[in-house]
């Protein structure tokens, strides 16, 4: 069992959810030793008391446990795959936890490397934005070996409220690319319903109070619909993060030989509001699609 006494816990990656997932885990006693391409993000863990490392391999050297937190497939291959990735430089018995939206061919890739090593390598990507992230409150879907998932579902507890066991390694991120296409067709629905609204002359914010909690209640249209009306498009979730996301999925659906209409509108949809510099805005700048 992992407990502060004989449990080191590694970091990688300390942006917008990173960072309060890391923080979680050191509120609980662990020592956090953490990297992050712009030591300026991870100024706030660095002050409450985390260490610092110059490398991914650096940390694979100090902690037992590793997650990583990271933008892009392309991200997640180098610093675990790399010449100075975590899988070559772990020690044998350590737990990687990827964290990341990827490819779920990658995170087999990750694991069948791993294992080769005698190193636990976990597939576990998370739902529920900057919110979910800040208030522990994540959803975590998990792929890997069912032991070694068990072993982890304690830190797995500090970072999240809903931890399901998926199945094999890849599993985890192919239920994210599940949630991902629920949410791409959704938040189609909740901009158009908004941007009706107010054509229609009625106040947005009454509206949102009829139909948050009937049938046509999300996530979405609870948390992003009201950030949409007070013009606040920071990101929770970065749109270019959604956007290689929706791309996933369309190469898993095409693989699998199904159609997936209402995630390709979406992906045509986001893809014009990166062209027009809204690629670091969160995904609730959707809104914005109807003003321009």
Request: glycine share 10%; aromatic share 8%; proline share 4%.
């Amino acid at each position: 069992m992992f407990t502060p006494e004989n449990t080191v816990i590694g970091f990688i990656g300390t942006g917008v959810m990173g960072k309060s997932m890391a923080g979680h885990l050191m509120a609980a006693g662990y020592q956090v030793f953490i990297y992050s391409r712009t030591k300026e993000k991870a100024g706030d863990l660095l002050e409450q008391g985390a260490e610092w490392g110059e490398t991914p391999q650096e940390v694979a050297t100090k902690a037992n446990v590793i997650f990583t937190m990271v933008g892009y497939p392309s991200d997640v291959e180098e610093i675990y795959l790399g010449e100075n990735g975590l899988v070559h430089h772990a020690k044998p018995g350590s737990y990687l936890i990827d964290m990341t939206t990827s490819a779920p061919s990658l995170a087999v890739k990750i694991y069948k490397a791993a294992k080769g090593r005698d190193i636990h390598s976990i597939d576990a990507p998370v739902s529920g934005g900057d919110v979910g992230a800040k208030e522990a409150k994540l959803s975590i879907m998990v792929g890997g070996e069912e032991e070694d998932v068990e072993a982890v579902r304690p830190l797995l507890n500090l970072m999240g409220t809903n931890i399901i066991y998926q199945g094999r390694a890849g599993a985890g991120q192919h239920t994210k690319m599940c949630n991902q296409i629920a949410i791409a067709s959704n938040m189609i629905g909740v901009c158009e319903a908004i941007v009706y609204a107010e054509k229609a002359g009625l106040n947005p914010d009454a509206v949102l109070k009829s139909i948050t909690t009937g049938a046509a209640g999300s996530w979405s249209l609870t948390n992003l619909a009201p950030r949409m009306l007070n013009g606040n498009f920071e990101p929770g979730f970065y749109i270019k993060h959604f956007i290689k996301d929706m791309k996933i999925a369309l190469d898993e659906a095409e693989n699998m030989e199904m159609k997936v209409p209402g995630l390709a509108l979406a992906k045509k949809l986001y893809d014009q509001l990166a062209e027009m510099g809204e690629e670091n805005s969160g995904t609730q700048a959707l809104y914005k699609y109807w003003k321009s």
